[in-house]
Structure formats: structure tokens, C-alpha cells
């Protein structure tokens, strides 16, 4: 069984930064497309970034230039790196793990909150 523990989220004030952390257990991160999503009350959830096993790196338009998702094989995580934090990027972030329609497994979540 593949579980996703993420870490990392807290509060912090516009403009600050924040590292998510998604530890990997029960499956190799580097066989996954790995992706960081969020969800805000109220809204649906959205896709944040991604990162395929090739390496190729995807971002919503809001996060362009600030976000940065990353992969570390020896550590068996998934990061996202967050800069220039506004109240918009507040909401709960989960990290996917997509191998194939039949694996495909989520973390329980995180918290990010930022305050003006």
C-alpha cells in the first residue's frame, strides 16, 4: 500500500515562503507523476504543479514563477517550494502520487494559511 505523508504547512505572512514536504512510503517516487493540489473552503480542489517521472514540471498560472515542485529519488519525497505568498494561496495542499487511472493515491493533506 503507497502512502502520502505531507508536512511542511503552517502560517505565514504575505510574501513569505513555505517548503511542503510529501514523503513516499510503499512505492518508489520516481515511477509516479507527482503533484501538489489545493484546495480553499469553499472551492473545488485544483491542481497546483506537477512533475512526470521524465522530469517535465507543470503550474497553474497562478503559482507560475513562485512554486516550484521537485523530486528527490534518494529521499523518496516530492517537494513544493512556495515564494511570495499571498492570502490566496491559503488553503489545504495535498500531494498525489499517478501511476495509472487504478494507482493514484492522495495525502491526507496540509494546511497553509497566509495573512495579509
Known amino acids: 500500500q503507497v502512502l502520502l505523508v505531507e508536512s511542511g504547512g503552517g502560517s505565514v505572512q ?7 514536504s510529501c514523503e ?6 520516481s515511477v509516479f507523476t507527482m503533484g501538489w493540489y489545493r484546495q480553499a473552503p ?17 503550474y497553474a498560472d497562478s503559482v507560475k514563477g513562485r512554486f516550484t515542485i521537485s523530486r ?5 519525497a516530492a517537494y513544493l517550494e512556495m515564494n511570495s505568498l499571498t492570502p490566496e494561496d491559503t488553503a489545504v495542499y ?22 495579509s
Do not use: H, I
Not at 504575505?14 to 511542503?20: K, N, P
Not at 513516499?24 to 517516487?29: D, K, L, P
Not at 500531494?95 to 491526507?108: I, T
Open 94 to 115: 495535498y500531494c498525489n502520487a499517478l501511476f495509472s487511472f487504478e494507482y493514484d493515491y492522495w495525502g491526507q493533506g496540509t494546511q497553509v494559511t497566509v495573512s
Open 14 to 20: 504575505a510574501g513569505g515562503s513555505l517548503r511542503l
Open 42 to 58: 469553499g472551492k473545488q480542489r485544483e491542481l497546483v504543479a506537477s512533475l512526470t517521472k521524465g522530469g517535465s514540471a507543470n
Open 24 to 29: 513516499v512510503s510503499g512505492g518508489r517516487v
Open 72 to 76: 528527490d529519488n534518494s529521499e523518496n
